[in-house]
């Protein structure tokens, strides 16, 4: 009895947990019954994996156990087991609405290279201090309520005890695997992350059914690409979609210049100039610079990331790799052979660099950088070689105005052509502004705002640098974010709200704005720049040219908490791996009509999709990312 009101102490830390993630993302999620329902088993499972050890302790038929200091031992393996369990569950509350899903055991490979953690941990203990409470509180009550096994060593009957413990060991273990597995079922396989959209309707809230714990222990040397079987001929997959592209285009190669800038957590949402709509037309948004910037480029009616983190940025940009299942950088595949804009420039005599204001190897950037074609990198170490170390924020990486002004001034250094790229840090968490501007940049309805405002600045002045330099009117810049991030619109909330990106192509030579009525997205930048500099030679990449295509084959994929979602000819349809879900009218912006069943081309979008989604598996376990 004791074991069993012990574990119901857990199921009861399990649902405060759950409570408290939704408290703190409650604009983004939705608690409902089936929630909660569909959260049981997912706890049971979690419970029973971290908990099979300290039952075995106790159950184990050994009368010698039977002492305080034993079960002494056993209480302090039960607290620090569920307390860590709590942590993850906590902690991992703040970090959703960075990523809309649980946090994995990639954790570890994304973060291993950071050497700021335990400040930005410091940080989040101070903004999040009520999290402390709350965990010091149920510590407390789970330590107190623990309940100690009662049993009277002088009047044991050594033989009646082994074989009730022994019974109780072996009744225990069936339900303990079913437990694990998530059902008694001869037909249920062990559920997995994607099983937690059987109790919600959208994938956003999957990370409300799931517990930390569980998406930690599922993830686990787990097989991350799993070829699926749609198309039974390579030839049957290649005629609906293929990632190979054969140019025809007969003009000479213009080999102009080309600039990438990534911005972080740069999303659509805090541009005023892609939201005109927004707020009945009374919306200024935060970025009066990069506004300007609009004003002579080129822009989309829709644009999307491919992914919810720093990570998944990097392949998209600059490779055209898409993040599905996991971040193509902490998967096997990212040993396969593959090249990227930087890589494909190179050969065509371009001089290459990518800059990131970070640690030197924060991320992995360095890494893919150099895997992916790019002969220089400059970080952190070659910013304070060349500029003294007054300018690093403190926390991530060198303040974005100063490093902007930086990279500029080093592309001034380079033979033309050069392909370069940028990833900037300043609008990232902890949120914070240079010193000297924090009168400027003041706090508004969200912390990220005054650090959008502050970057925008540092966009401006940057593109005022770089318009006075030989090179400016020979280069073509693309700028766009890695990600999206903190949002108080709604319509920015949901499943795709939540991977809108800017995707923005200035070229001075043609300083002519416009907002093209397409689809675009992160994988479209390589072969777009492919297109306008006239490049005749097949390559690969898995989006397309943006600019060259025609409004009705153009689109856009994701993946969000163990479903696809793609988008084309005006609709969304989410797809869990094996049928569709969902269909969402692209002018629903709240995603609240379900109209599955209803559009004559959803049969026709399921098959584009599941090309897409069979020849990237194929690919990635096969090692075929060349053309």
């Given at each position: 009895m004791a074991v069993l009101w012990n574990l119901l102490l857990v199921y009861m830390v399990y649902q405060v947990a759950r409570i408290e993630y939704w408290l703190e993302n409650y604009s983004y999620l939705n608690y409902t019954f089936d929630v909660w329902r569909g959260g049981l088993m997912f706890d049971t499972s979690a419970i029973l994996y971290t908990n099979a050890l300290y039952v075995v302790l106790i159950l184990f038929p050994l009368h010698y156990k039977e002492t305080r200091i034993y079960h002494k031992i056993?209480?302090?393996?039960?607290?620090?087991?569920?307390?860590?369990?709590?942590?993850?569950?906590?902690?991992?509350?703040?970090?959703?609405?960075?990523?809309?899903?649980?946090?994995?055991?990639?954790?570890?490979?994304?973060?291993?290279?950071?050497?700021?953690?335990?400040?930005?941990?410091?940080?989040?203990?101070?903004?999040?201090?009520?999290?402390?409470?709350l965990f010091a509180l149920i510590m407390w009550l789970l330590w107190k309520f623990y309940a100690t096994p009662s049993i009277n060593v002088k009047a044991l009957n050594k033989w009646k005890y082994n074989v009730a413990c022994l019974l109780s060991l072996i009744l225990f273990t069936p339900f303990c695997i079913a437990g694990m597995r998530g059902g008694f079922a001869t037909a249920v396989r062990p559920i997995t992350i994607s099983n937690a959209m059987q109790y919600t309707e959208r994938p956003t809230d999957a990370p409300l059914v799931l517990n930390t714990p569980f998406s930690f222990l599922r993830t686990i040397d787990t097989n991350v690409f799993v070829v699926p079987h749609y198309f039974d001929s390579t030839d049957e997959m290649e005629a609906v979609y293929t990632p190979v592209h054969t140019p025809s285009d007969s003009l000479q190669m213009d080999k102009k210049n080309v600039v990438i800038l990534i911005v972080e957590s740069f999303g659509r949402e805090y541009i005023g100039a892609l939201?005109?709509?927004?707020?009945?037309?009374?919306?200024?948004?935060?970025?009066?610079?990069?506004?300007?910037?609009?004003?002579?480029?080129?822009?989309?009616?829709?644009?999307?990331?491919?992914?919810?983190?720093?990570?998944?940025?990097?392949?998209?940009i600059l490779s055209s790799i898409p993040m599905f299942v996991e971040p193509f950088i902490l998967t096997p595949s990212?040993?396969?052979?593959?090249?990227?804009?930087?890589?494909?420039?190179?050969?065509?005599?371009?001089?290459?660099?990518?800059?990131?204001?970070?640690?030197?190897g924060s991320m992995g950037f360095q890494a893919f950088a150099q895997k992916i074609g790019f002969q220089r990198y400059y970080g952190r170490t070659e910013y304070e070689e060349s500029c003294g170390t007054d300018d690093f924020d403190g926390t991530w990486a060198i303040w974005d105005e100063p490093f902007l002004q930086y990279f500029a001034k080093e592309m001034s250094k380079m033979k033309q052509p050069f392909m370069t790229s940028v990833f900037t840090a300043s609008s990232?968490?902890?949120?914070?502004?240079?010193?000297?501007?924090?009168?400027?940049?003041?706090?508004?309805?969200?912390?990220?705002?005054?650090?959008?405002?502050?970057?925008?600045?540092?966009?401006?002045?940057?593109?005022?640098?770089?318009?006075?330099?030989?090179?400016?009117?020979?280069?073509?810049?693309?700028?766009?974010?890695?990600?999206?991030?903190?949002?108080?619109?709604?319509?920015?909330?949901?499943?795709?709200?939540?991977?809108?990106s800017p995707i923005i192509i200035y070229d001075p030579s043609h300083p002519e704005g416009?907002?093209?009525?397409?689809?675009?997205?992160?994988?479209?930048?390589?072969?777009?720049?492919?297109?306008?500099?006239h490049y005749s030679k097949p390559y690969f990449g898995f989006g397309i040219d943006v600019l060259n295509t025609p409004k009705k084959d153009t689109w856009a994929?994701?993946?969000?908490?163990?479903?696809?979602?793609?988008?084309?000819?005006?609709?969304?349809?989410?797809?869990?791996?094996?049928?569709t879900t969902a269909v969402y009218s692209l002018d629903d912006k709240l995603m609240k009509n379900n109209i599955k069943g209803k559009v004559a081309v959803q049969q026709k979008m399921e098959q584009e999709l599941k090309a897409i989604i069979q020849q990237y598996m194929v690919r990635m376990t096969q090692d075929r990312m060349l053309p």
């Open positions: 056993c209480k302090w393996i039960f607290v620090i087991v569920n307390g860590l369990a709590l942590v993850i569950n906590l902690a991992d509350s703040v970090y959703f609405r960075y990523t809309m899903r649980r946090t994995t055991s990639t954790v570890f490979d994304e973060f291993s290279s950071e050497g700021n953690l335990s400040s930005i941990i410091g940080k989040e203990f101070l903004s999040h201090w009520y999290l402390v409470l939201n005109k709509t927004l707020e009945d037309g009374k919306y200024k948004g935060y970025t009066p610079c990069v506004d300007s910037l609009i004003s002579k480029s080129t822009t989309f009616s829709h644009s999307f990331c491919n992914g919810r983190k720093s990570i998944d940025g990097m392949p998209s990212s040993m396969n052979d593959y090249t990227g804009l930087a890589g494909i420039l190179a050969k065509e005599g371009y001089e290459t660099a990518f800059f990131h204001g970070a640690q030197n990232h968490h902890p949120f914070a502004v240079p010193e000297k501007y924090k009168k400027q940049f003041t706090e508004e309805e969200l912390e990220i705002h005054k650090c959008i405002r502050y970057t925008d600045m540092s966009i401006g002045r940057f593109f005022d640098t770089a318009s006075r330099q030989p090179w400016f009117k020979n280069t073509i810049f693309v700028l766009t974010s890695d990600h999206t991030n903190m949002s108080n619109h709604a319509e920015y909330q949901t499943d795709m709200g939540g991977f809108c416009k907002t093209l009525d397409k689809i675009a997205q992160q994988i479209d930048i390589l072969p777009t720049i492919m297109g306008m500099l994929v994701n993946y969000l908490n163990g479903y696809y979602q793609y988008v084309r000819y005006g609709y969304v349809l989410q797809f869990d791996g094996t049928a």
